[in-house]
């Protein structure tokens, strides 16, 4: 594969469309904004929810019509909407709120890692699946926020760390050798600082590194030699492990109690200065209860989220079908025609 990495020229700048689940507000989506406006390499378009909508996985606004609020972001033409992140996804990919569909949708960068089986919760890989879902090119992108280490600056860090392979991405998308059937789910690590140390000394040419890995890996061609490259420059192509927080539920007095559940596998402590008293009490015919951690389920090896631990910016390339192991396939298809031999129906 020719490693071919001529970005457009300032007139021919590729159009992205940024999208979250956190809110428009969100300090994750605005570091990557600004990173993509001040590159001076894109025309930037968003389309975010006007509130957080963590955790609302691929939901969608049926019955109901949603608002878009033209909001003011230097360098992007920006909405605030009020559905969910596959709905602004939706919206706007479709042509009815801008005036073309944009060569790649970005969904992050989300506050928390998206690794294992929270990407079936997760809003914002959902609003880069949603692009998928209708074959536009997409990336979601997590920061694995950890309370008391990180901090709002590791947004823009985050964000400068993720523009190589935006900007590898765009480059397959113009010569329309990009992979159709995959879109990229991307987690970098709490200490971005280091990675990006890591990139300084050892990386010349990272867009074509990218290129080798992203696409030079998923075609089969030079796939160990590129795995190499991008074990030393700090990324790793990886896949959804089966990591997960293993959660249960507290009767509560107040819904003041308990804390905020982050896609860490964490739970903050609840920082409202609401106290218990002024908050909802249970009533007699109410019981409140809050979600609480009893333990989590890690993978080793090279998945998701054993590598994002292991300090690399991780690569995982989804799809959007669900099929199960080869096992369950081989059980069920001995299992499945004795079915009404043993029990049959009353039909």
Known sequence: MENNCTMSSAGDRPTVMVTNDDGIDAAGLRALVRALVSSDRFHVLVCAPDSEKSAVSHSITWRNPISAKPVEISGAIAFAVSGT???CTSLGISKALFSSIPDLVISGINMGSNC???????????????????DVPSVSISYDWVGGTSNINDYALAAEACLPIISAVLAEIKKKTYPQNCFLNIDVPTNVVNHKETQKKKVKNLCCMLVSLLFVVLIGRGGFLAALLVLEQGYRLTKQ??????????????????????????????????SESEALSAKDEHLIFKREV?????????????????????????GALSPAETDSQAYFKQWLPGVTECFPSAL
């Open 294 to 318: 009893r333990g989590s389920q890690v993978e080793d090896g090279d998945t998701d989220y054993s590598s994002l631990q292991e300090g690399y910016i991780t690569v995982s390339p989804l």
């Open 241 to 274: 492990g089966k990591s997960i927080v293993k959660m249960g539920w507290r009767q509560v007095t107040s819904e003041a109690q308990g804390g905020k559940m982050l896609s860490t596998m964490t739970m903050e402590t609840n920082s409202s200065s609401e």
């Open 116 to 134: 294992g089986y929270h990407i079936v919760y997760s809003g914002t890989v959902a609003g880069a699946r949603e692009a998928f879902f209708n």
């Open 85 to 87: 992140p596959a709905d």
